[in-house]
């Protein structure tokens, strides 16, 4: 399974930018997309993801910030708007699958690259 992320780069202030990430070789079904950033010396944090057809998002970028997907494609989206310095991180999509072995559901999770947003003040 491979899961390529584009986007991204530097942005200025009150800017906006668009991350996708297409997910190939996937085995049975995507039940999760979503993305996660991470900033040196902190911990990866869910910035928004798609389960079941509801969609989490952490508060900091409720309002500025739309995940979306393309099931079919298997490809998730994050549209990021109002970017404020305090986002800038690395931004890495996320995919959880389940399929199914002899009748047991088997749930894998697979990680993106990573791409840099960097929001200049």
């Known amino acids: 399974v491979q899961l390529q992320a584009s986007g991204g780069g530097v942005v200025q202030t009150g800017g906006s930018t668009r991350l996708s990430c297409v997910a190939s070789g996937i085995v049975g079904n995507i039940n999760t997309m979503g993305w996660y950033r991470q900033v040196p010396g902190k911990q990866r944090e869910l910035v928004a993801d798609i389960f079941g057809g509801r969609i989490n998002y952490v508060d900091s970028v409720k309002g500025r910030f739309t995940v979306s997907s393309d099931i079919p494609k298997n490809t998730v989206y994050l549209q990021m708007n109002s970017l404020r310095p305090e986002d800038t991180a690395v931004y890495f999509c996320?995919?959880?699958?389940?399929?199914?072995?002899?009748?047991?559901?088997?749930?894998?999770?697979?990680w993106g690259q990573g791409t840099l947003v960097t929001v200049s003040s």
């Open positions: 996320r995919v959880l699958t389940t399929f199914w072995d002899r009748g047991t559901p088997v749930q894998e999770g697979f």
